[in-house]
């Protein structure tokens, strides 16, 4: 699968993640997983 992104040097991203059970704490507890998921993408 292949994404199109805007490579614009110092943007701003903003995106939703929700859960299918809103009450879990799952992205609390592995939002480092999360962020280092982005980063990663960001910057290849």
Do not use: C, H
Not at 5 to 18: G, S
């Amino acid at each position: 699968m292949r994404y199109r992104r805007v490579n614009i040097p110092e943007a701003t991203y903003f995106f939703t993640v929700n859960l299918a059970s809103r009450k879990s704490g799952l992205l609390l507890e592995q939002i480092n997983l999360l962020r280092n998921a982005v980063r990663k993408i960001l910057l290849s």
